[in-house]
Structures are given as structure tokens and as C-alpha cells.
């Protein structure tokens, strides 16, 4: 199932679920979709889409590819590296990434898998971790890299957290679409060009160790989502850098989620 908010023709935000796996044909959802819901016998043509869903809280982690790992010299993290984004980054498939007035000229992209979380847990163990989990998306942590190295050493947070920075969707692929989230091919492209092609096996953590790891002592509430990292590729670790400019396209596919597909803009 992929689940998805759109607007209708009265600019209404509804919920629904995709008819098929991508076009504009949405089957009216009621309820929540956390904790109970109806999937209705109306089918409506969406006028456009937003993030399939308004996450609670949003979780990163760093430095969760070995390759990624190797391209900046850095070791590899005894146990899952977390930052947070704020939830007023999050944006959907087809809306604009925001190059910010507040000055980041070397913002960067970054393709990843995103878990979002269904039920309440805390304390879960890996091998119950995987019950708590409603299903993944794709997710483009957006970086400002001056902010995150240079203006901000060693907080991560504003750098991660400017609007329009967490792009998500393009749907909510229920979990029992994905026999095996730890091992799909993920690719970021940029104005059509290939920039990360990695798959999800390479992760140092795998998704039930990051949940597990999340929960120690901390209650993870339905609705909070859980970026697992980054590939190889990315734009400051090239020569020369990578950066976002405005006219730019940028795409995250993931096997079996979909295509995020995000133009780049000023603000």
C-alpha cells in the first residue's frame, strides 16, 4: 500500500492511498493512519502532491555507509551516530528545495532510505524493532555544508534544519511491500546524472539496530521518521565540490519506494 496526502481541486489536503504505484489516481483514506483508518470507496484525480504524511519528530544518522565513510577519511561509528532535523524542513515529491537567504552557498544533497515509525516503543529489542516499523520512503537530507562545517563546528542541527531541507515520499510504502529493507539499490541523481549509486547493504547499522538503538530510554511515538544515512557520492567530497544551484533537478530512487523528485530554487 502507498500511502499519500494530496490536495483536490479545492485545494483541500486529504489523505488517501495511490491507485497503482505512481499517476495522480488516489483512493480517499479517513482516519489516521498510525492508529486506525478506512480506505473508501472513492477514487479522485490528485491537483498535486505534499510529504505523505506530518512526521512528529525526524531522526538522522551519520556515517552509516562504509563507502561514505571512506570517501571523508572517516571510522566507522561504534554504534549509530544521531542528529535530529526539525519537522519544518519536511517537504514532498514535486516541491521546491530552498537554497536559504540566511546564506548557505555549498548545500549539498543526500539520498537515504527514511523508516517511519507506526507504533509507540521504547527500550524495543532488534529482534522486536521491526513491529514498530509502519513502513519507509524515500528521504533527501539536505545539507548546508558551510553551516554544518565552517559557521557551526560540530552542530549539525541548523545546518540539517532550514526549510525545505527534508524532502520526503513519494509515498509511504507500507512495510509489507519490502521483504528485505536492509538490501535495496538506492540511487541520487542531479539534472539526470547519476551522482550515488549504492545499495542499502552497505548501511554499518541495519534498520532493527538503529530502531533498537533509538529507543533505548526514549519513546519513539507513531509518525517519527528515521533517515539512515548516506552513500558514496555525495557533492562536497568531490573536486571540485557539488553543490545545489537554482534551475536544479535532483532525484532519489530507492527500489520498490519510488522516485523523489525535488527542483531547486532560491529563496
Partial sequence: MRIVRFYDDDGYLKKGVLEGVSGKRVRVLEGDIFSGFEITDKVVEAAGF??????????????????????????????????????????????????????????????????VIGKAVKNVSRDEAMDAVAGYCCANDVSARDWQWKKQKGQWIRAKSFDTFCPLGPTLVT??????????????????????????????????????????????????????GTPEGVGFTRRPPLFLAPGDIVEVRIEGLGVLENPVEAE
Avoid: C, W
Fill in 175 to 228: 512495510k509489507d511491500e519490502i521483504s528485505d529493507p536492509d538490501n535495496l539499490r538506492l540511487e541520487t541523481r542531479l539534472n539526470g546524472r547519476t551522482v550515488q549509486n549504492s545499495t542499502t547493504a552497505d548501511m554499518v547499522f541495519k534498520v532493527a539496530e538503529i530502531v533498537s538503538d533509538l529507543s533505548l530510554s526514549v519513546t519513539l511515538t507513531p509518525g517519527t521518521v528515521i533517515l539512515t
Fill in 50 to 115: 505534499t510529504a505523505p504524511f506530518e512526521p512528529v519528530q525526524v531522526y538522522a544518522v551519520g556515517m552509516n555507509y562504509r563507502k561514505h565513510a571512506e570517501e571523508t577519511g572517516a571510522e566507522l561509528p561504534e554504534r549509530p551516530e544521531v542528529f535530529m532535523k526539525a519537522v519544518t524542513s519536511v517537504i514532498g515529491s514535486g516541491e521546491s528545495i530552498l537554497l536559504p537567504k540566511a546564506g548557505p552557498d555549498e548545500v549539498d544533497y543526500e539520498g537515504e532510505l527514511a523508516v
